[in-house]
């Protein structure tokens, strides 16, 4: 089983910049995907990003332009940057590993990021 551990959350100016990172344990291989979700308060949980382990991204049409999702294969690692945050930003943002061949469909915790002056 998969394990991941999201960090980087917290509150942040309008404006402002934030990098969440996932590390993710227990997986002697390197996972096909991995993608980052978040979940406003009140609202169902969405896709922001998911990248591949070939390192090809993909964006939610409504998260392009501020969200760059990346990953280090050699630290089992996936990170997202987010620029110019806005207050609707603000959720708890949940890293995803997606490997069907061998059955990893892992969540971790979540991380909160609270947008706001």
């Known amino acids: 089983q998969v394990q991941l551990v999201e960090s980087g959350g917290g509150l942040v100016h309008p404006g402002g910049s934030l990098t969440l990172s996932c590390a993710a344990s227990?997986?002697?291989?390197?996972?096909?995907?991995m993608a980052w979700h978040r979940q406003a308060p009140g609202q169902e949980r969405e896709l922001v990003a998911a990248?591949?382990?070939?390192?090809?991204?993909t964006y939610a049409d409504s998260m392009q332009g501020r969200f760059t999702i990346s990953r280090d294969n050699t630290k089992n690692t996936v990170s997202l940057q987010i620029h110019s945050l806005k207050p609707e930003d603000t959720a708890v943002y949940y890293c995803?590993?997606?490997?069907?061949?061998?059955?990893?469909?892992?969540w971790g915790k979540g991380t909160l990021v609270t947008v706001s002056s």
């Open positions: 995803y590993a997606d490997d069907p061949f061998y059955g990893i469909h892992s």
């Open positions: 227990g997986n002697p291989f390197v996972i096909n995907a």
């Open positions: 990248i591949t382990k070939s390192g090809r991204s």
